[in-house]
């Protein structure tokens, strides 16, 4: 059975009311109502806007949340390519976001549709911890990254008063997952990424990795 935040993602209405409603309310709520998550926000968005020829896959893209910031600098052949399940929030994304270097596509994060080693940027924006087994996606997005290419996560974490017992559980109940400190860096470490880098933001977490060079 679907969870409740399954459900809200399949649902059209809320595919039209989460960018510009529901996400600035969310969050702020990672920050504990504080801005540390919106700055580090801007700052991700600035990054991904910078010019270059690269590909860019963004999974579980919902409608399109860095879908502008992430195809806008892009040159030469690059691509953005925005992955997601619900219909709801492809089509949603689609049409707020028509990009001329880039597409949509319906797909499972379990099984991403797309030959190792293609993408110089994979993304997981505000997703994971709505993802059911979430940990084999991870093992996806290091396969389909580039020697070279760059891993982007942004996802809950057990810290702060997620880290107080029975919070976990509870928000279990919603369907959203709060991840261990270390439990997304030991599946990267196991896929022989480096450069590894986690920033904490009240009970959400940026992680930032690399593929090495052959």
């Not at 860019?56 to 390519?81: E, S």
């Not at 070279?148 to 997620?162: K, P």
Request: aromatic share 8%.
């Amino acid at each position: 059975m679907a969870s409740p935040a399954e459900r809200l993602m399949h649902n059209r209405v809320f595919s039209q009311l989460y960018e510009r409603a529901w996400r600035p309310v969310f969050t702020r709520g990672f920050s504990l109502g504080g801005s540390s998550t919106l700055t580090y926000d801007r700052a991700l968005r600035a990054y991904l806007v910078r010019p270059g020829e690269r590909s860019v896959l963004d999974i579980a893209c919902g409608p399109g949340n860095y879908a502008q910031d992430a195809a806008r600098g892009l040159t030469g052949d690059g691509v953005y390519v925005g992955l997601d399940y619900s219909q709801a929030m492809l089509t949603q994304a689609a049409t707020a976001n028509p990009i001329e270097r880039g597409c949509f596509v319906r797909g499972d994060a379990h099984h991403l549709p797309f030959a190792s080693e293609s993408f110089d940027t994979v993304t997981c924006l505000a997703a994971l911890y709505l993802i059911p087994d979430p940990l084999p996606v991870l093992d996806e997005m290091a396969r389909v990254v580039a020697p070279g290419g760059e891993l982007i996560i942004f996802t809950s974490v057990r810290a702060s008063v997620a880290a107080l017992p029975g919070a976990a559980a509870l928000a279990g109940l919603t369907g959203l997952r709060l991840f261990g400190r270390t439990e997304l860096l030991t599946r990267l470490a196991a896929h022989e990424l480096t450069q590894v880098e986690q920033t904490i933001t009240g009970v959400g977490q940026y992680v930032h990795a690399r593929k090495p060079l052959r």
